[in-house]
């Protein structure tokens, strides 16, 4: 299995919105609804902002969310703020009980 | 609140086994809703899923790790434990536990909802 495909950076200004792309493989995004994404902090746990492709767990802010097209899946972060600056990873299900992370994104707010 | 704490040597020598314990608390390690598995972060590069385990046995890996590693569980002491053996310079990493929901027909999903703050291994002689 291949890591998912992730752009290393990405950035908007404050107030603006800012998509993250992840591609995988119909072996992985595009074969499963278990698409989630994670905020990353250097230095801290790894935080779940979304699951099931769409899904937000309680207390991720409702400016976060994510979609699916093919095999590629997207998390839109709307009205950036500065906290929001992080690394954020995209994971799938692989089949056959095996998961698969993207390589990360570097999101600054200018 | 659950936590989860990972605890093991920082180092480890070059062709040895790299031995790693996480101590869950504030919660169940037999709730048959979850896995445990550990997630790794080697420098300046993105997450790996190492493996995940059932409390009651059923354990999956890696396939590029899978001839090298083993997860198990204790449920008497709540800790789930990692062996990586035969480690080289690129087994460096942040090493993770994490909790990850399992699905209803059973196996695991991409959705891990909780992290221990990950400990630092670095293989060097």
């Known amino acids: 299995q291949s890591a998912l495909t992730q752009p290393p950076s990405a950035s908007g200004s404050p107030g603006q919105s800012v998509t993250i792309f992840c591609t995988g493989t119909?072996?992985?995004?595009?074969?499963?609804?278990?698409v989630s994404w994670y905020q990353h902090n250097p230095g801290k746990a790894p935080k779940l902002m979304i699951y099931?492709?769409?899904k937000r767990p309680s207390g991720v802010p409702d400016r976060f969310s994510g979609s699916k097209s093919g095999n590629t899946a997207s998390l839109t972060v709307s009205g950036l703020q500065a906290e929001d600056e992080a690394n954020y990873y995209c994971?799938?299900?692989?089949?056959?009980?095996?998961?698969?992370f993207g390589g990360g994104t570097k999101l600054t707010v200018l | 609140q659950l936590q989860l704490r990972e605890s093991g040597p920082g180092l480890v020598k070059p062709s040895e086994t790299l031995s790693l314990t996480c101590t869950v608390s504030?919660?169940?390690?037999?709730?048959?809703?979850?896995?445990w598995g550990w997630i790794r972060q080697p420098p300046g590069k993105g997450l790996e899923w190492i493996g995940s385990?059932?409390?009651?046995?059923?354990?999956y890996y890696n396939p590029s790790l899978k001839s090298r590693v083993t997860i198990s569980v204790d449920t008497s002491k709540s800790q789930i434990s990692l062996k990586l053996n035969s480690v080289t310079a690129a087994d460096t990493a942040i090493y993770y536990c994490?909790?990850?929901?399992?699905?209803?027909?059973?196996?695991?999903?991409?959705?891990?909802?909780?992290w221990g703050q990950g400990t630092l291994v670095t293989v060097s002689s």
């Open positions: 994490a909790r990850l929901s399992r699905r209803p027909q059973g196996g695991t999903t991409a959705q891990i909802d909780y």
């Open positions: 504030g919660g169940s390690i037999t709730s048959i809703s979850y896995y």
């Open positions: 385990k059932f409390y009651t046995g059923s354990t």
């Open positions: 119909s072996s992985d995004v595009g074969g499963y609804n278990y």
């Open positions: 099931e492709v769409t």
């Open positions: 994971s799938s299900y692989a089949g056959s009980n095996n998961l698969v």
